[in-house]
């Protein structure tokens, strides 16, 4: 080995605190990566080839009720490739495992015996044999939540008749990925499933012989989906149709498309971070590294190395730290990338997950981390080509102290000595104070970005299950009924109250923007389920407009007083002008609320119903669960309490480690950078240190003077750091929102004040590990060396 | 006196001007000089007189602000950066007060860092060995004694076989004793390769061992003495 690589080993060795320090502050960057970018390009190949394979539908409509013979025609629409005409219906199921009602979406299994569409992959059994009344095939997390398999039976009610079905096989199907219950915001796999029977079957239970109520289309290449979109729906809409969608609105898909997105923006915001705060320490360090060893590159200058030369040996020290980095960003990245695929597997159900580890996702992480380290490096070096060898022999001047204008405002303070020292040393090298403390606001910045959603969390729950769906249950009946149904449910044994509310499809248009949503239509007096403004206040609709989700007004570019045209899906063409009166702050899909009659006064009947919200009383849940099991009106069951447990459970699940990871993460770079800094001071400083110790001062007095400055660094820093996280924090609730959800942007003191004290918690254990280094000064050596 | 016709350094006009601040320091006046093939030769003067500044332009280490100098018939004062760079790497080698070892280095690796890449460098054994470093080849500098750490320097600059020896103050930071030894592997590594050697000193007695003595006072030669005869290192009076 050469004699200048055996320098550079040493090098490292002796700088080993501090090369690790960098070298863990970058590896986090390359372990987002790894993680991100791999976990992304899994999860999007993966999805891709089940999608081809499965053969996954491009637009979904439904309708009440539409005769077969519509197929053809749908077929001629211009670009069509495949149609698919199915019957799709909601039915309570009564579990022998389980007392509470649980709820499936039932699809047909064409007669050909296999959906053309939508391929059904078999991952144990067979799929139900045509005409056969008791078979059924299950999703499979359904079925694992149960532990069922082939054989096991349960009872289903299909309009109302109750029957006994036996499991023939456990399916995947590429529509439900990500399976959620309607009115549900977290998967709950014991409580919803997806059943297929044989359509004969179906459409004997619900008399939908020789029609459908689900079409799915698939169209060719290159297809524009718009005028496809709406030719579909012109050929529903005499038989009920209820718009149509394409995959961007597809709920499993949609899920899946926010949790790529996620993954994106993790991979593009938080590496970056990481690497540009590596990059300003290598350059630190070896900046200072430089300044020490002026006399030993003025001496190989003198030896006859070139420029060239002895920068390239800098570098690779660099780069060496960067190695390091990289080595553990990889392992990290590995690992994470592993746990990341078991939550995957945990929501995402596909026929299989390949996480092949792509060379190129390492081989990317680590250029970059080696650039970041180079970068950081090559500003340092930029010095070494400047020095002349006979100017770099020679010692270096004694920096030059100005009398600035900082200068004159420290004297008016009139500090004492050592505190005058460290406000100039700060007003000397201000570029490299606000670095340093730019560096140390990240650290708290991160805190506050990754544990606010807590709060939002917090607040979500509390508008969703406090304020606004106060309801234990919803009850959702199997077709509409008169608003008198309310008196039925009442009489159901355990309901203390029920109020109803009617879904209504409808287009919604404003210039040329559009939106097809369901409107909540609800009697003025409700209490069970209330809608508030951004203000907090209970926002009735008015007899004669429309409250929109803020969310949606935004979509449709639309505001309080401005009027929309609302196309009624199931009713003629007409589009009646509304005005908007209210605006709500909601977290969960996008929806418009109208008076109940409104609403019927336009669709021209009765008031009815679709879905009734009940309170409970809790003694006699038993009873209303075996009463809602035996009700042929009632479709399904939302027990409002369950869904609020498995949103707790989620959360609390990835609490513990959200707040470790982020708080290592914060913690990293704060002692990356409050530690560096502080060894670089010690090791400028040391000398005039070591005087101060000869002259008398005590080693407290001596350590104030090196860590006060660090401290006033830090305490500068916090506030900085809080106010940028809440900035990435409203970044990323932006970036986050979708027509599924949207968080609200609260961060509580407690987040602010836990980022603090993580901050200055690391700043503390770095100034204490270098307070150790001044205790033990060696006055006599200090002094000796020439500096 | 065949020796001494063969010029290895001659300098017309050398000017140094060195601007600190608001003033300007002259270093060197317009130096005429000469200096000699296989000659042993001391720089004398006070401090500031100008000699390590005529030292670092004659080594390539500085540029002059003024004037020419001469590495035999290749012009010092017009080389680049780059050509300054091979010069050194190919014919200097240098001494310094401070010795100026890389710490992390041991004593065969500072030396290693030279013949790695000189042309046709001896083994850094033998340059050690040669200053009578053989017991200490695996020895940091910190562990070891001033006088031993500039043998390793000169050990470090000769095992290139460099044309000229180029010493700026050697014994500056050395008790006699130690001073000594390092003058005799000086001495002998003159005697043995014919390396020419220029010694800068601020310690008058240490004249006595050379061919020539140039004196330099306010950035000028006042004096050249040649000496008929030459003690050795030994019997110089610190």
């Known amino acids: 080995m050469r004699a200048l690589d055996k320098k550079l080993f040493r090098d490292i060795r002796r700088l080993w605190a501090q090369a690790l320090a960098i070298a863990a502050v970058l590896s986090v960057g390359v372990m987002i990566m790894v993680m991100a970018f791999g976990t992304q390009r899994s999860l999007t190949e993966t999805r891709d080839t089940f999608y081809d394979r499965a053969r996954f539908a491009d637009i979904w409509s439904s309708a009440a009720r539409a005769p077969k013979t519509l197929v053809e025609e749908i077929a001629a629409i211009p670009g069509v490739a495949r ?35 939508n391929a059904l992959i078999v991952k144990e059994g067979r799929l139900p044999g045509f005409g056969r009344r008791d078979e059924v095939v299950v999703n499979e997390a359904f079925a694992l939540a149960h532990d069922y398999g082939p054989g096991d039976g349960f009872s289903v009610t299909l309009n109302g008749q109750k029957r006994e079905v036996r499991i023939t096989g456990v399916v995947l199907s590429p529509e439900f990925i990500y399976t959620i219950g309607p009115g549900s915001i977290m998967p709950d796999d014991e409580r919803f499933g997806i059943l297929w029977m044989a359509e004969d079957v179906i459409a004997a239970a619900f008399n939908l012989s020789g029609a459908f109520n689900s079409v799915t289309l698939s169209v060719t290449r290159g297809t524009d989906l718009e005028p496809v979109r709406d030719d579909l729906e012109a050929l529903l809409k005499p038989y009920g149709g209820t718009g149509s969608y394409a995959r961007d609105q597809q709920v499993s898909n949609a899920f899946l498309d926010g949790e790529l997105e996620q993954l994106d923006v993790m ?288 979509h449709l570019d639309a505001d309080i007083g401005d009027i929309l045209e609302v196309e009624f899906l199931q009713e003629g063409d007409t589009r009646y002008r509304v005005p908007i009166t209210g605006t709500v702050a909601q977290f969960f899909g996008l929806s418009a609320y109208m008076d109940m009659e409104t609403a019927s006064g336009i669709l021209g009947h009765m008031p009815r119903l679709s879905l009734a919200n009940v309170e409970i009383d809790d003694a006699r849940r038993e009873e209303l669960f075996e009463a809602v099991k035996a009700s042929p009106a009632i479709s399904g069951i939302t027990y409002m309490s ?35 800094s502080a060894r670089i001071q010690l090791s400028e400083r040391a000398r005039e240190l070591a005087s101060l110790r000869i002259l008398g001062f005590t080693k407290g007095e001596v350590s104030y003077i090196l860590l006060g400055e660090l401290f006033i660094l830090t305490l500068v820093a916090i506030p900085v750091g809080l106010v940028m996280g809440y900035g990435m924090a409203a970044g990323m609730v932006e970036s986050f929102k979708s027509d599924l959800y949207a968080l609200p942007l609260i961060v509580t003191d407690t987040t ?23 205790d033990r000064m060696d006055l006599v050596a200090v002094m000796k060396t020439r500096e | 006196m065949a020796n001494g016709m063969n010029r290895v350094f001659h300098t017309t006009g050398i000017t140094k001007v060195y601007r600190t601040g608001e003033v300007d320091v002259h270093a060197l006046r317009g130096v005429d000089a000469e200096l000699y093939t296989g000659e042993f030769t001391v720089l004398l003067g006070a401090s500031g007189s100008g000699k390590s500044t005529l030292l670092n332009i004659l080594g390539g280490l500085d540029h002059a602000s003024a004037g020419q100098a001469w590495f035999r018939d290749q012009e010092l004062t017009a080389m680049s950066e780059r050509e300054l760079t091979r010069y050194r790497r190919e014919h200097v080698g240098f001494v310094f007060q401070f010795y100026n070892l890389v710490p992390s280095l041991t004593a065969r690796e ?105 004196h330099f006072a306010d950035g000028n030669i006042a004096q050249v003495v040649t000496n008929d005869s030459r003690i050795a290192p030994s019997e110089i009076e610190w």
């Open chain 1, 83 to 117: 149609v698919e005409a199915r019957i799709s219906q909601f039915a309570v199921l009564d579990l022998p495992d389980m007392s509470d009602p649980a709820m499936a979406q039932i699809l047909s299994i064409p007669a050909s015996g296999e959906p053309v569409m």
């Open chain 1, 267 to 554: 991979a593009r915001i938080v590496p970056p971070i990481f690497l540009v705060v590596s990059a300003f320490l290598v350059n630190m360090v070896l900046g200072r590294l430089i300044q020490l060893e002026r006399e030993q590159i003025g001496l190989l200058k003198a030896l006859g190395y070139s420029t060239g030369e002895i920068a390239a040996h800098y570098l690779k020290l660099s780069l060496g730290i960067g190695a390091i980095g990289v080595v553990i960003g990889w392992l990290m990245g590995l690992a994470a990338s592993q746990a990341m695929a078991s939550v995957y597997v945990e929501y995402f159900h596909f026929p299989y997950l390949v996480f092949v580890q792509r060379p190129s996702v390492y081989v990317i992480g680590a250029a970059a981390g080696l650039l970041a380290a180079l970068v950081g490096a090559m500003m340092a070096v930029r010095r070494v080509v400047g020095l002349s060898p006979a100017v770099a022999m020679s010692p270096p001047a004694p920096t030059r102290f100005r009398r600035g204008l900082f200068d004159r405002l420290i004297q008016v303070m009139r500090p004492q000595q050592p505190t005058m020292m460290i406000l100039r040393a700060i007003g000397r090298w201000p570029l490299r104070a606000a670095l340093t403390s730019l560096g140390i606001s990240i650290s708290a910045a991160i805190i506050v970005a990754g544990l606010f959603m807590f709060d939002s969390f917090d607040e979500l729950l509390d508008v969703a299950f406090v304020q606004a769906n106060r309801q234990d249950a919803i009850l959702e009946f199997a077709i509409e009924r008169p608003e008198a149904v309310l008196d039925a449910v009442e009489n159901l044994p355990g309901v203390m109250r029920a109020e109803g509310s009617l879904s209504i499809p409808v287009r919604l248009h404003h210039g040329h923007l559009t939106r097809t949503i369901g409107i909540e239509a609800a009697r003025p007096g409700n209490d069970l389920v209330r809608v508030f403004d951004g203000d907090d206040r209970v926002e009735v609709a008015p007899e004669h407009g429309l409250v929109l989700a803020k969310r949606l007004a935004d």
């Open chain 2, 110 to 214: 500072n030396v290693a860092l030279v013949t790695e890449i000189a042309k046709n460098p001896m083994k850094p054994e033998e340059a050690l060995e040669r200053v009578g470093l053989t017991h200490r080849l695996d020895h940091f500098p910190a562990e070891m004694s001033g006088g031993e750490q500039q043998r390793v320097a000169i050990a470090r600059a000769i095992a290139k076989r460099p044309e000229v020896l180029l010493c700026d103050e050697p014994t500056g930071a050395l008790d006699s004793n130690t001073g000594v030894q390092v003058l005799d592997a000086l001495e002998k590594i003159n005697a043995e390769l014919g390396t020419s050697t220029i010694v800068i000193t601020h310690n008058a007695g240490i004249r006595k061992m050379a061919h020539r003595v140039v």
């Open chain 1, 752 to 774: 602010y004040w836990r980022a603090a004290g993580v901050v200055a918690g690391a700043t503390i254990v770095s100034a204490l590990i270098v307070r150790r280094r001044i």
């Open chain 1, 642 to 676: 369950e869904v609020r447990r498995g949103f707790d459970e989620t959360i609390a699940e990835s609490a513990g480690i959200t707040l470790t990871v982020y708080t290592f993460m914060a913690a990293l770079i704060a002692i990356g950078v409050v530690y560096n």
